[in-house]
């Protein structure tokens, strides 16, 4: 099914030749779909309050087509069937022309596959990595219609691997939760990391939500492991942690991108994760970058720049917002076939923040291109939505997620070279 539109053809035209102007009294609405609680809860709430920080710096901006840009936001309960639910909801009955979410894959695809691609829906997903997104675009299930920003766990995986690898170890334990994206990523970090030397004493899955993992971990310590590569989320990663170190597990932690997270290390004690370290999808810092670590925590309450999302998520509203005002109607055929062009390489380049935001408006209604540079760097979607980029790497130290380096793009694709 497609979108009905709207906003009138007219009122279309005239807010373009007015986008400098103050908003109009009516709404432009986006659904989210994000992991307001459940174990991924931390995530959604960074990621919904950078989005409302997006559309609030565009609306300052003077809005799109006219009207303000407001969200229609939803709790996935970090189950994919509530989402496919609530995104059931917003597409069929609140008639949205987009889709903000999931945060984790384990929402994302069934939303995809259920609700937004066979709808027509534009989808455009913060923090879901797992490969089954890059595969569906390539098999033709997505209909162009999907995009991220964030890097594919094809990528992450080889990136811990080298990461781990740089770092002298030689053996690792898995325990990865069971879902597509603890499946997908300890599968391309098990092929990367046996490729470069690397030895891994065992796998095991867990499911989420149980009061205690001692069986899981006791079937991890088999094989002696000299670190314990921990693929979850902070609620579950700590009750594994806490029973890894009570029953004798070497305090050698790697930890996944989701894991950078203050109630992660507050829950398992900062004693025991001192020294812990990690990847996450990295940044090439722009004025969007300073711009939002600036300001970033004084408009979500206190929720820390770095949370995991939040960055990513900022620039996926800020693209939405963008390609709606450049598409001249709320329609997701037209928002999806200008989703690239505000990120045009030849564009003039657009930063972070109302005033930018200013600017890009008046270039669009010039018809001028543009090139949104985010803040996780610029931004450049292939043909089925994925991004490349860099890879941030950071330790525990002291309680607090410090960044030791950065693993180029470059580096990663080399890296890559070493398990074909």
Same mark, same amino acid.
């Given at each position: 099914m497609k979108m009905l539109k709207t906003l009138s053809l007219a009122s279309a035209v005239t807010a373009l030749s007015a986008a400098g102007a103050l908003a109009q009294d009516c709404d432009v609405t986006v659904g989210?779909?994000?992991?307001?609680?459940?174990?991924?809860g931390a995530y959604g709430q960074a990621g919904a309050k950078s989005i409302e920080m997006a559309f609030r710096d565009l609306n300052e901006a003077g809005g799109v087509l006219g009207c303000k840009l407001v969200t229609d936001t939803r709790d996935s309960q970090s189950q994919g069937n509530v989402a496919v639910d609530q995104a059931t909801q917003l597409v069929n009955i609140k008639g949205v022309p987009v889709v903000i979410g999931g945060i984790i894959s384990s929402v994302s695809v069934p939303v995809l596959t259920s609700v937004t691609a066979p709808a027509g829906?534009?989808?455009?997903?913060?923090?879901?990595?797992?490969?089954?997104?890059?595969?569906?675009?390539?098999?033709?299930?997505?209909?162009?219609?999907?995009?991220? /920003? *964030? @890097? &594919?766990?094809?990528?992450?995986?080889?990136?811990?691997?080298? %990461? #781990?690898?740089?770092q002298?170890?030689?053996?690792?334990?898995?325990?990865?939760?069971?879902?597509?994206?603890?499946?997908?990523?300890?599968?391309?970090?098990?092929?990367?990391?046996?490729?470069?030397?690397? /030895? *891994? @004493? &065992?796998?095991?899955?867990?499911?989420?939500?149980?009061?205690? %993992? #001692?069986?899981?971990?006791?079937?991890a310590m088999g094989g002696d492991p000299e670190t314990l590569y921990l693929i979850s989320y902070p609620v579950d990663g700590a009750t594994i942690a806490r029973a890894w170190i009570s029953q004798g597990g070497p305090q050698k932690f790697l930890l996944n991108d989701g894991m950078n997270s203050t109630d992660f290390?507050?829950?398992?004690?900062?004693?025991?994760?001192?020294?812990?370290?990690?990847?996450?999808?990295?940044?090439?810092?722009?004025?969007?970058?300073t711009y939002f670590y600036d300001n970033y925590a004084d408009f979500s309450g206190g929720i820390e720049p770095s949370a995991p999302a939040a960055d990513r998520s900022y620039d996926a509203?800020?693209?939405?917002?963008?390609?709606?005002?450049?598409?001249?109607?709320?329609?997701?055929?037209?928002?999806?076939?200008s989703i690239r062009a505000v990120v045009d390489p030849a564009g003039t380049p657009i930063y972070a923040g109302p005033e930018e935001f200013k600017k890009a408006l008046d270039l669009i209604a010039a018809g001028e291109p543009i090139k949104y540079e985010g803040v996780i760097g610029p931004v450049a979607f292939d043909d089925?939505?994925?991004?490349?980029?860099?890879?941030?790497?950071?330790?525990?130290?002291?309680?607090e997620v410090m960044t030791t380096g950065q693993m180029s793009t470059e580096e990663v694709?080399?890296?890559?070279?070493?398990?074909?």
């Open positions: 989210l779909v994000l992991e307001l609680t459940g174990p991924a829906v534009v989808q455009v997903s913060p923090a879901s990595s797992s490969p089954t997104l890059t595969a569906l675009g390539r098999e033709g299930k997505t209909g162009g219609y999907f995009f991220r /920003t *964030i @890097t &594919s766990d094809a990528l992450q995986g080889v990136a811990a691997a080298k %990461y #781990a690898r740089d002298g170890l030689d053996n690792m334990a898995l325990i990865h939760v069971n879902n597509d994206f603890g499946v997908n990523l300890m599968r391309e970090f098990s092929a990367a990391f046996t490729a470069m030397g690397g /030895t *891994i @004493t &065992s796998t095991t899955p867990y499911n989420e939500n149980q009061p205690n %993992y #001692a069986s899981e971990v006791t079937s290390i507050e829950a398992v004690g900062a004693q025991y994760l001192e020294g812990a370290f990690g990847t996450s999808s990295g940044t090439t810092e722009t004025q969007s970058t509203g800020a693209i939405v917002g963008l390609a709606i005002a450049k598409a001249g109607v709320a329609e997701s055929d037209a928002i999806r076939d089925v939505g994925d991004i490349s980029g860099p890879f941030r790497l950071w330790k525990i130290e002291g309680g694709a080399e890296a890559m070279t070493q398990i074909k």
